[in-house]
């Protein structure tokens, strides 16, 4: 085609020559001819040129971004043929851009998508979704409105973004502010696109725009709804509308957001609504912009229902959590292998333990309901076996620093979907119901005591008084034998012993008050050590004593404290053979102890009496405190629960340890500290 154009050139230039040779000669011509040929020749060639070297260049362009065109452009044989090849280099580098463009936002809907996802903060939700309308679509008005139920309104994230700055307002708003296309919108639950903002103006707020100084000329609101099935509105039983409805009958309907009522509803369907203007753009909202934003919509209201399901059982979930720690009592779960899973806050401070410490522990590790600890472990198996609960049974939390806290406890299987997974323990401490039950058991000894020697110690007194004064007056007759003498000797004898019981009975029933002094321990024992003295040597007992160092002083009243510990030595002394052991030991109590509960804040000193004699037996062990219970000969079974009175009186404990053959432990554990109540405090001299 080239070719045969050239021959035209060529054919048309030498014609004209001819025409004109008739009046120039043709050597002239002939030259002139050939030179003109030649020159459109190459200035015809050199435009063609121009034009195959853009084709090839735009080519180059698309070959860049992965368009492969086979061979190359020769040449073009008229306008015609190189407009057709312009406009298609042109639509395709349209749709080459295009694809980019939607690449870019496809991209970025990716990011918002993962950046709603993982957000557990309104505001990056927000602004994620900003930054897509903005930067990933182009447009430079956006709003984002939430429905906030617990307010009963509308909140409207507002972001405009001018030539030189961005502008964002957050502007809360009512129902009756929902005006025009936006409430048609959000009734119908379909997008909105509005072409004529004079015809149709977008709703106001208080008589302000919603986009300032907007240069809007169209507009676009897609609402967001929820996708999952849920009643519809009006359907439920508990609509507040419906129950207006049918308590005045004058109303005939009411329909969906009719009301401020309905935005509280848990039922409606509606989560927001997105809007776009035009505003500062060149270009008005078509409707392929409503399909963009539809998708937008589409994706965000999925997300933005999956992050407000995710915050109300976060919300749940710390409801429970913070239920669980406020609690007074305290909790275990265990698993199916009896380790523990959670402790609360109670738990954990009345065990001392720390979360980390405590899980994965062991629970008969830590709650143990007899001496041998065995009784725990199968109430647990127990409950895990047979699937049952086990209410109110008492139990020992062995706590960190080795005290033993008497509790009551419910144990509750853990269900799950597999059957029991676990367990799950609810206790409460009962260190001090303890203690008062004990003070009460004693109290009501005491007044049995003390009715008891309140009616008969008098009326035994009385006759024994007269009784001694009648054997001393006999006594005194010179023509008395031997054996008469002896038997007044007994007489007067029982007599004291009688009178020295009832003496014994008024210090339990009648104690006098505590007359509180700081004391030493060790003075204590050495005042009890010289007061046995004579029966250490009469036995050969070897006694020793030792005393932690740093052992404070202790407020007691030293008297009555002397007196338990005669009589706790004179009893250890009267229980070993010849030439046997007794031995004292003072220190500070730190726990350990099953029956003694050690009070927070309150410090103990243990006072330890041990001899290496017979031992006593269990029954003989759980009597050994309660009055006229004596093995010894002439005993009035009262010294040791006269004893006991004592220490409890000081608020302290006094414990026995003994089997048969292996000696026996008496341990007087006494507070540092004067109780909060009973007792006086002394400012006297030093015991010595």
Not at 133 to 153: P, S
Not at 193 to 222: N, Q, R
Not at 467 to 484: E, K, M
Not at 626 to 638: D, I, Q, Y
Request: charged share 25%.
């Amino acid at each position: 085609m080239r070719r045969f154009g050239d021959i035209t050139i060529i054919a048309a230039f030498f014609c004209v020559l001819l025409a004109v040779s008739s009046y120039i000669p043709l050597w002239i011509t002939l030259p002139i001819g050939a030179g003109g040929a030649a020159t459109a020749i190459f200035l015809r060639r050199r435009q063609l040129d121009r034009r195959i070297e853009e084709i090839q260049h735009r080519l180059g362009h698309l070959r860049s971004e992965g368009l492969f065109i086979e061979g190359k452009v020769r040449g073009a044989q008229n306008d015609i043929f190189y407009g057709m090849i312009l406009t298609l280099l042109t639509d395709l580098e349209r749709s080459l851009y295009k694809l980019v463009e939607k690449n870019i936002q496809l991209l970025s809907l990716k990011e918002i998508g993962r950046n709603i996802i993982s957000s557990l903060d309104e505001k990056r939700l927000i602004d994620s979704v900003f930054d897509y309308l903005i930067r990933g679509v182009g447009y430079k008005e956006t709003a984002v409105i939430l429905v906030r139920k617990k307010r009963g309104q509308f909140q409207a994230f507002v972001s405009i973004e001018k030539a030189n700055r961005v502008v964002r307002s957050v502007v809360n708003f009512g129902l009756e502010n929902l005006t025009g296309a936006c409430r048609r919108s959000l009734l119908s639950g379909k997008p909105y696109l509005i072409k004529d903002v004079k015809m149709h103006p977008l709703m106001e707020v208080e008589g302000e725009a919603l986009f300032p100084e907007s240069t809007m000329s169209s507009y676009l609101c897609v609402p967001l709804v929820k996708s999952v099935e849920q009643v519809k509105c009006l359907d439920s039983d508990e609509c507040a509308l419906q129950k207006m409805t049918k308590r005045d009958t004058n109303v005939d309907h009411i329909g969906y957001l009719s009301t401020p009522e309905c935005l509280a509803c848990p039922h409606i369907p509606l989560i927001g609504a997105l809007i776009i203007t035009d505003g500062y753009r060149a270009t008005p909202l078509t409707n392929i912009d409503q399909v963009t934003l539809e998708t937008v919509g589409s994706l965000v209201s999925s997300n933005i229902e999956n992050w407000m399901l995710y915050q109300d059982l976060r919300q749940e979930e710390m409801f429970r959590e913070n239920v669980i720690e406020g609690m007074i009592n305290g909790i275990f779960a265990f698993d199916l292998d009896e380790r523990v899973t959670l402790a609360n806050r109670s738990a954990r401070d009345m065990s001392g333990y720390e979360e980390e410490e405590l899980r994965g522990m062991k629970i008969s590790e830590i709650v143990v309901e007899s001496q041998t600890g065995s009784e725990g472990d199968r109430s647990i198996t127990r409950v895990l076996g047979e699937g049952r609960p086990v209410r109110y049974r008492e139990a020992f939390l062995r706590c960190k620093d080795g005290i033993h806290t008497p509790i009551r406890m419910n144990i509750s299987p853990l269900a799950g979907e597999e059957g029991t997974e676990g367990g799950v323990i609810e206790f409460v401490d009962i260190s001090v119901l303890k203690r008062m039950e004990e003070e009460i058991r004693h109290l009501d000894r005491l007044a049995v005591l003390g009715r008891f020697t309140s009616s008969v110690a008098h009326e035994i007194r009385n006759p024994l008084t007269g009784i001694a004064a009648g054997i001393q007056y006999l006594n005194r007759d010179t023509s008395l034998s031997a054996d008469q003498r002896e038997n007044i000797s007994f007489i007067l004898n029982e007599v004291a012993r009688l009178n020295g019981i009832i003496t014994d009975l008024f210090k339990v029933a009648k104690p006098r008050k505590l007359l509180y002094q700081n004391v030493d321990v060790r003075e204590l024992v050495e005042r009890c050590r010289k007061s046995n003295a004579d029966l250490f040597s009469d036995k050969g007992i070897e006694f020793s004593a030792g005393f932690e160092d740093n052992l404070p002083l202790i407020e007691v009243d030293p008297d009555q404290i002397v007196q338990v510990l005669i009589n706790l030595l004179r009893n250890s002394t009267e229980a070993v053979a010849e030439g046997g052991k007794v031995s004292v030991r003072g220190y500070i109590y730190r726990g350990g102890d099953r029956e003694v509960v050690l009070e927070k804040e309150r410090d103990m000193v243990c006072i330890e009496i041990s001899d290496d004699g017979e031992g006593i037996e269990q029954e003989d062990r759980q009597r050994i405190f309660e009055p006229f219970f004596s093995k010894k000969k002439g005993g009035t079974g009262l010294g040791l629960y006269v004893s006991h009175s004592i220490i409890q009186h000081h608020q302290g404990r006094i414990t026995i340890s003994s089997e048969p053959g292996d000696g026996t432990t008496f341990k007087v554990y006494l507070p540092i500290s004067m109780p909060r109540k009973g007792g006086e405090f002394e400012a006297g001299h030093s015991p010595r």
